[in-house]
């Protein structure tokens, strides 16, 4: 199931902060392989599966009890078979039959008996199994809220859905298959004891033939493997190229591939289909083993054997019906416990993959007496700020910074100049290498992150809206905003009035990612997202990008207002936009460069005056407007 | 019913398959009957009755029987098994191969029909659903091609076959121990229906869970901009108990019906040794008979379990099948002529002559627009959100048609023409801009399967791209896309513009959004542009206004209707919207050269 959701990376390239700049070492990825397969059994595995049961241990006891029952009840059958035929039958006399009446009923209760805890073993387990998935969904989901951004950015969002759905789901499977071998294996057990108990000489004859058979299983082991292994491999490809091909659509149908793309596809099919043709070839040829076996254990175990002894007087024929009906009933366990190989394997990969993922430890963790952060004021404080993720690569160095509350500071700086790294800080989405950052005076790291961050707020460079309607998404994780508070948020950045043209306003359901909106529409609602909850410390990356004009005056227009009273901090790239911040601070190569007003800088003649001025002379080149074109007017104060 | 039909139409393709398959369990079938057969005989030779048990007659060891005759019977059976056992080998072989066939055809007309169906298709459906229609719902068919066209009939025979024998033998046990199957058969129909549409809600259920997880991992940047793990973390739990409690009732609905299926074996069991037993009293049964019912009932026993399996993949396979049947007949709004006509390569002289366009009945998003684009010209369009900029340039390569009016190309209406070729001649660089998962160069040739080293390296440097392309370690061969290297938003869209440029299309189609990107990008994209329009019929969606100065026409849209045309001068000159934009963001640019100007000398070029 790899490569679901592939595709939809496009919010982890807009967070440029989080790479330094442009292309990236190939996948460094944390996790292993997704096609690499373990054992059959794991016990670390196993052991860590059953501690999931442990909420639900009356349950599992319960359950276990209704498979003990079950079984042995199911194995006393071909006995009770037995009983009635020596006891009740052969004793002659139709009024000295009372043995009879007595098995008959002896047999009704078993039935019943047998019934309810058939019926009990399967609701138990139906009860844990899902228990059990769903403490494994809650708490994988759970971890992966605590991992903190470079993790998803260093990990693809397929191999994570593919962990957290098929993997999971492969787990419950697991549970299940647990207790039904544990049934098999208890099924087993009873029938070899049932039999031995009743003619040890005629069981052991008849049970000659197990050894062998486990001889043919183990060596068709090795064969079911390898062909297990690359029909996973096959559907991986499969699925892959699918999804692919459906998030790509656009782009195939615009340039003609469909044909290309279906041969293309058509081979990955029919891989998968000769591997499966071959995993089916080996798992039938098993069959013709198995019924061989079970032909000489009837044929010659308990017809020619079994028929001498009874010949000789030895044996009453009851026994003989009792052993035919237990080696039938002793076949389909094995067989239905080398069926689950496959199973067992896949879920000790699955286990394997998805413990590895809940054992990783978040990189950003809130202390353990970490406090509440009190209203926050917004006095924001770098002090010898590093910061790096990969050693020797520093992408912050010495930066030293202080914002005041509700001043409006524009981060200037080429690409990968550390901009986006240095206010995603702020938002702890990293921990600082070395240093500290401080927010009215308490150290980011002492505090809950999350009620520093439900203080702040963060519009990024490509708005994201999730599915669900228009008003959802506005008041998204704010659920005490009245819808009153909705409307004004949506007002306060010129929003209200598109939606209102929507055909159902605010309850309008967005599609996925909010497609049915254009880009503009989107980026307006997620502003209005972000001052919905009225936080004290604003954060804009590069927020005005990738809007058309229209929607880009409506913003400036709203921006005013929304950073008004607030601690505000924004990347941009334009410089008319950046010429009213009350402090401009540009980057270069992780450090902090300059750090005054527009007309001081430009004065200074330094870093940012000669930013301006490529500026200017891009526009100069073309022949058209200053700014390459992003005419962007200035705030309304500025006018 | 419809749907399975329609499934089994696509199995009876193989039909040779099928017939072996049902040749093959009918021979396994018939082996499998002897072996109970055998051992009654057997017994009845080991066992003799003297007199009627009932007036103190007694069982006795057959004196006559020689160990011969036992090896024999011995041999017989083991015969039967092996031959039951290669038949039914035979028989998975066979069903396997063609459950998996069938699948594979499924896949494949699900993957063609995806990629070909038009965009509005697309606009509506998500991803995660179109993809567990080619998972799940494939599987669920391949099961009911495995347990219900083949198993189920071999679940009817063998019970028939069964049934007929034990009548043959005893008709009064056989009546009482399989009293109960008609009431058995009753229920299990009833609970088809139910599981069913338990099932389909699980399935939804399951959809919206995988919805929130994905939304999640991929919005995970806004998870944390809010500090809103807690409310993520609820939203999921709630969805996840949902499906919980769902996926429960519905297991135990299987588990119950389960149960009283081998409920009723049992039972039968215990009837067949009471009353079994008494008749062998009276003389009415030989002992070998009741060994015959007791295993005959036990060959029972797999059809009758294997039946709650077969009945779930009948109603699974139903609301599977309904899914994608939902995909493949779909019909796409845009469809080729049947006498389709190839376009070969055109001048570009585009026109919209009264098109219109509308997303759903209710409301126009295009109203009667006409524009006239001569070969080589730039049409710059401008508009608000929503005005129609995109729905415009979609008409030109059919991924929408016009609900009135029509386009032309070079005087010809375009839907006279084969999709292929006339998208040949239509490049269009999207806004949200794929990579596919291979390499750069072959993201570059994506259009061009053919394309030689040195028309990908020019295209890349057309788009003003292979300079930073070299600079990477693999050059061309580094790997892009869902597992591969991050690209930067500026980098895609020159890898874009590069694929589009290898085509060499005469129509070109800008969906311009790179407002994303610092100076010297910025700068680069636009000289991209400038290179990539030269001699083609160029339609922009500009959101930067030197493109839009540079251009032959300007449109300037709102409500789905052209409100003003004409080029920079000439609007400019008219006072109306486009007078007003460029206003708007004129002044603050003229206030950045003054200032430049204060700054000194280094600005002017560089």
């Given at each position: 199931m790899r490569g679901m959701g592939g595709g939809f990376g496009g919010m982890m390239g807009g967070m440029?902060?989080?790479?330094?700049?442009?292309i990236n070492s190939?996948?460094?990825?944390?996790l292993s392989d997704e096609n690499a397969l373990g054992a059959v059994y794991n016990n670390r595995v196993v052991l860590r599966l059953i501690s999931y049961m442990g909420p639900y241990r009356s349950d599992v006891i319960k359950s276990l009890i209704a498979v003990l029952i079950y079984t042995l009840a199911n194995a006393s059958i071909p006995m009770l078979i037995l009983l009635g035929v020596n006891n009740?039958?052969?004793?002659?006399n139709f009024w000295s039959m009372h043995p009879l009446h007595l098995v008959g009923a002896a047999f009704l209760a078993v039935t019943l008996v047998h019934f309810a805890s058939n019926y009990l073993q399967f609701v138990f387990m139906a009860r844990v199994g899902q228990s059990i998935l769903y403490s494994l969904r809650t708490q994988m989901f759970s971890h992966l809220q605590d991992m903190s951004p470079s993790f998803y950015h260093r990990t693809a969002t397929g191999r994570i859905m593919s962990r957290s759905q098929s993997d999971v789901l492969q787990l419950q499977e697991t549970f299940e298959m647990l207790v039904l071998a544990l049934a098999d294996v208890l099924t087993l057990a009873f029938i070899i004891i049932f039999m031995l108990v009743v003619d040890w000489q005629l069981a052991l004859v008849s049970l000659s033939i197990v050894p062998v058979l486990f001889f043919i299983l183990a060596y068709w082991q090795r064969f079911a493997r390898r062909s297990f292994m690359r029909i996973r491999r096959a559907i991986a490809m499969v699925n892959g190229e699918y999804n692919q091909n459906i998030t790509g659509v656009r782009v195939v149908q615009s340039l003609n591939r469909q044909e290309e793309n279906l041969r293309h596809f058509e081979e990955l099919n029919h891989e998968h289909l000769d591997a499966n043709l071959q995993a089916s070839r080996f798992s039938g040829g098993l069959q013709p083993m198995v019924e061989f076996l079970i032909g000489i254990g009837m044929?010659?175990?308990?017809?020619f054997v079994g028929g001498l002894l009874a010949k000789n007087g030895?044996?009453?024929?009851g026994v003989l019906l009792a052993f035919a009906v237990w080696i039938q009933r002793f076949f389909e366990p094995i067989r239905h416990l080398t069926m689950q190989y496959g199973v067992f394997q896949r879920s000790m990969a699955a286990g394997v993959r998805i413990f590895e993922l809940m054992d990783l430890k978040p990189e950003v963790n809130d202390k353990a007496d970490a406090i509440e952060m009190p209203p926050v004021r917004g006095e924001v404080r770098f002090e010898d700020v590093n910061f790096h993720y990969?050693?020797?690569?520093?992408?912050?160095?010495?930066v030293n910074l202080h914002i005041r509350p509700g001043e409006n500071v524009a981060l200037v700086g080429s690409?990968?100049?550390?901009k986006s790294t240095l206010v995603t800080l702020i938002h702890r989405f990293a921990d600082v290498t070395n240093g500290k950052i401080t927010i009215d005076g308490y150290?980011?790291?002492?505090?809950?992150r999350e009620s520093l961050v439900s203080q702040m707020s963060m519009v990024l460079q490509e708005p994201y809206l999730f599915s669900g309607n228009v008003r959802d998404n506005i008041r998204y994780c704010y659920d005490d905003a009245t819808d009153e508070d909705v409307i004004d948020a949506a007002k306060a950045v010129g929003a209200h009035d598109f939606i209102m043209a929507l055909?159902?306003?605010?309850d309008t359901i967005l599609a996925e990612r909010g497609v049915n909106l254009s880009v503009g529409q989107r980026q307006l609602i997620s502003f209005a997202r972000a001052i919905v909850g009225d936080p004290r410390i604003i954060v804009l990356d590069?927020?005005?990008?990738?809007?058309d004009t229209h929607t880009e005056i409506l913003i400036q227009e709203a921006l005013s207002h929304v950073l008004e009273g607030r601690t505000s901090i924004v990347i941009a790239h334009r410089l008319s936009t950046i010429r009213s911040a009350d402090k401009i601070v540009v980057l270069d190569r992780g450090r902090i460069v300059e750090v005054g007003r527009h007309e001081d800088l430009l004065r200074q003649g330094g870093v940012y005056a000669r930013l301006y001025a490529i500026n200017y002379g891009l526009a100069h080149d073309n022949g058209a407007e200053p700014g390459g074109g992003q005419l962007i007017p200035a705030p309304a104060d500025n006018d | 019913m419809n749907i399975l039909m329609r499934i089994t139409r696509m199995a009876y393709y193989y039909r040779k398959r099928l017939i072996l398959a049902y040749f093959s369990f009918f021979a396994a079938i018939g082996f499998s009957l002897l072996i109970p057969w055998l051992f009654g005989k057997s017994i009845d030779q080991l066992v003799v009755i003297e007199g009627v048990l009932e007036e103190g007659g007694r069982l006795i060891p057959?004196?006559?029987?020689?160990w011969q005759a036992l090896f024999v019977l011995a041999s017989m059976l083991l015969g039967a098994s092996l031959f039951r056992g290669f038949f039914d080998f035979a028989r998975t072989y066979t069903t396997d191969s063609l459950s998996q066939l069938v699948s594979y055809d499924f896949r494949n007309q699900i993957y063609d029909k995806l990629q070909n169906v038009s965009f509005a298709y697309h606009d509506k459906e998500h991803t995660g659903n179109l993809m567990s229609k080619a998972t799940a719902d494939v599987e669920a068919i391949r099961r009911f091609v495995n347990m219900g066209l083949v198993r189920s009939l071999e679940v009817v025979v063998r019970t028939i076959a069964v049934t007929s024998i034990l009548i043959w033998i005893n008709w009064e046990l056989a009546l009482i121990s399989l009293i109960f199957v008609p009431f058995l058969i009753l229920r299990s129909t009833l609970v088809i229906g139910k599981l069913r549409r338990m099932w389909l809600h699980v399935q939804e259920v399951n959809g919206e869970l995988v919805t929130v997880l994905q939304e999640n991992l991929v919005g995970i940047h806004v998870v944390k901009a809010f500090g809103s793990e807690n409310f993520e973390r609820r939203k999921y739990e709630k969805k996840a108990q949902e499906l919980r409690e769902e996926y429960y009732q519905s297991e135990r609905l299987q588990g119950t019906n389960s149960a009283w299926m081998s409920l009723y074996f049992t039972f039968a069991l215990c009837l067949i040794v009471w009353y079994g037993g008494w008749e062998i009293i009276r003389g009415d049964l030989t002992p070998g008979q009741l060994a015959q019912f007791v295993l005959y009932l036990n060959q029972l026993t797999f059809p009758i379990r294997a039946s709650a399996q077969i009945i779930n993949s009948f109603s699974r396979a139903i609301s599977s099948g309904r899914r994608i049947f939902d995909v493949l007949d779909?019909?796409?709004?845009v469809e080729e002529k049947p006498d389709a006509r190839v376009m070969s390569r055109?001048?570009?002289?585009v026109r919209f002559e009264k098109a219109s366009f509308a997303?759903?009945?209710?409301?126009?998003?295009?109203?009667k627009v006409d524009i006239v684009a001569p070969p080589g010209k730039v049409t710059a369009i401008l508009g608000a959100?929503?005005?129609?900029k995109s729905t415009i340039v979609n008409l030109i390569p059919r991924f929408y048609d016009v609900t009135e009016g029509r386009v032309t190309i070079d005087g010809e209406?375009?839907?006279?023409?084969?999709l292929e070729s006339l998208r040949r001649n239509v490049g269009i660089v999207q806004q949200d801009i794929f990579l596919f998962d291979a390499t750069i160069r072959d993201n570059i040739a994506y259009g061009v399967s053919n394309a030689s080293e040195e028309d990908i390296i020019n295209a890349a440097k057309v788009a003003q791209l292979h300079d930073q392309i070299m600079s990477f370690?693999?050059?061309?061969d580094t790997w892009v896309g869902e597992r591969g290297s991050t690209l930067s938003g500026g980098q895609r869209q020159r890898l874009s513009i590069a694929r589009t440029v290898l085509v060499n299309p005469p129509i070109l189609i800008l969906d311009d959004?790179?407002?994303?990107?610092?100076v010297e990008t910025e700068r680069q994209i636009h000289q991209a542009m400038v290179n990539v329009m030269k001699g083609r019929t160029t339609f922009v969606i500009a959101h930067r206004l030197s493109t839009v100065r540079e251009a032959d026409q300007i449109l300037v849209l709102k409500d789905g209707q052209i409100v003003e045309e004409g080029n920079h001068v000439e609007l400019m000159a008219r006072r109306g919207i486009y007078r007003d934009i460029y206003e708007l963001q004129l002044r603050p640019q003229e206030e950045v050269l003054l200032d430049a100007s204060l700054a000194g000398g280094d600005g002017g070029d560089n």
């Open positions: 440029r902060g989080l790479q330094s700049g442009g190939p996948t460094m990825d944390s009740g039958i052969s004793s002659g044929g010659f175990g308990v017809v030895n044996l009453e024929w990969v050693e020797g690569v520093e992408v912050l160095q010495d690409t990968g100049a550390g150290d980011l790291r002492d505090v809950r055909e159902e306003g605010y590069e927020a005005t990008a990738n809007i | 057959n004196p006559d029987l020689t779909s019909s796409s709004p055109a001048e570009g002289h997303y759903d009945a209710r409301s126009a998003t295009l109203q959100p929503g005005s129609g209406d375009i839907r006279e023409f084969t370690s693999h050059g061309y959004s790179t407002s994303s990107v610092d």
